[in-house]
């Protein structure tokens, strides 16, 4: 039980900061992104896990952005035969999406080669990223910033209220005014 | 103008030159007209039974002539629509070095045998079993020609149907001496 109340103190208190309990939900998110990508795609076991990896990087050349793992053109189904071909061959997967980019060029891969063109969409979402934080960080501290001049003269409550108050007065004394 | 005013602009620029770079680096591009990697590269190899199986086509055995290698199929309606160039060209290189070989991708063969014996084909016309050769050349779809040297590096390489102008005009700038049986004169552009 007093790990249950000790839970919900927590909670209680995250609810109570909502910005540290935020802060907290996004490194335990990044942490995890963080550990799956070091860690990359798990290691194909079997050969015919071997095969659909390599074959879910390759692009069909005669679909719309389908891979060969996914098309069901004659064509991919071949490509899929070659794959397993030079899996049972033991040649590295490396070697065997070497073969297909001789023939078909680097549009045949899926994911973009680190080099070139292919470069932006590795880098833009760190760029973006980046770009996004410092922006938050820039307009947090002119809010900041502004927040104390505006409390520097008396209490929005107290400058409004005496007029505030007479307005109301007025529309009530009409409604009595009124009301049959 | 301040520091601030100018930032939109800047990211504006930044921007506009990204998607400049972007369409010039060729995102923009076609995906089927992807100019081939191959070209200018020893040709791959291969060793194809004909369609009657009775005789092996082997590129390597045909190094010093053309070769114009084309990947058809019955079923295929453009591969119609070029047969008659090719045929055309058959008849005014075959005995000038230059070698016409089909590639039947993706066929079955009483249809391919019944279409060849239609149109009297006279040039040698093989079988790909697995699309192993198709898949070596980079085939994205039927036609297409390639047009080998008689260094056997791919010269040029058509995808859709080849007109007769081009494989008179590919040819002849392949054969030795620039020069085809008729004294057309070569022409210098390539496909894709």
């Known amino acids: 039980m007093t790990g249950l109340t000790a839970a919900s103190r927590t909670a209680r208190a995250w609810l109570r900061r909502p910005a540290a309990g935020l802060a907290a939900l996004l490194l335990l998110a990044l942490s995890g992104l963080a550990v799956v990508t070091a860690r990359g795609p798990g290691a194909a076991a079997t050969p015919a896990e071997q095969v659909h990896a390599i074959a879910t990087g390759l692009r069909c050349p005669v679909c719309r952005d389908l891979s060969v793992a996914d098309s069901p053109a004659p064509l991919a189904r071949e490509m899929r035969d070659r794959i397993a071909e030079g899996v049972a061959a033991g040649k590295p997967p490396e070697t065997i999406r070497r073969e297909f980019v001789a023939a078909y060029g680097e549009s045949v891969l899926l994911v973009p080669p680190r080099r070139g063109a292919g470069l932006v969409p590795w880098v833009a979402p760190a760029l973006l990223l980046a770009g996004g934080l410092v922006a938050a960080v820039l307009a947090l501290r002119r809010w900041r910033g502004r927040a104390p001049a505006a409390s520097a003269g008396p209490p929005p409550s107290a400058r409004t209220s005496g007029a505030d108050r007479r307005l109301l007065e007025r529309a009530l004394a009409r409604i009595d005014e009124e009301a049959p | ?192």
């Open chain 2, 1 to 192: 103008m301040s520091g601030r005013a100018l930032l939109p602009v800047a990211a504006v620029v930044v921007a506009v030159a990204l998607a400049a770079w972007l369409g010039l680096a060729g995102l923009g591009r076609d995906p089927g007209a992807i100019r081939s990697p191959l070209l200018d590269r020893p040709a791959p190899d291969f060793a194809l039974r004909t369609l009657g199986a009775d005789r092996m086509v082997r590129l390597a055995d045909l190094r010093g002539q053309v070769v114009v290698l084309n990947f058809w199929a019955s079923w295929c309606a453009e591969c119609r629509v070029e047969h008659p160039a090719l045929d055309a060209a058959w008849g005014r290189f075959r005995d000038a070095g230059v070698v016409l070989v089909g590639v039947d991708f993706q066929d079955d063969h009483p249809s391919a045998l019944a279409y060849l014996s239609e149109r009297g084909t006279g040039w040698p016309v093989v079988a790909d079993p697995g699309s192993r050769t198709a898949l070596a050349y980079g085939v994205y779809g039927i036609p297409e020609t390639f047009f080998i040297g008689p260094d056997g590096r791919i010269a040029a390489r058509q995808v859709g149907p080849v007109t007769y102008d081009q494989l008179v005009r590919e040819i002849t700038r392949l054969l030795p001496g620039g020069r085809g049986p008729a004294g057309a004169p070569a022409a210098g552009s390539r496909s894709a």
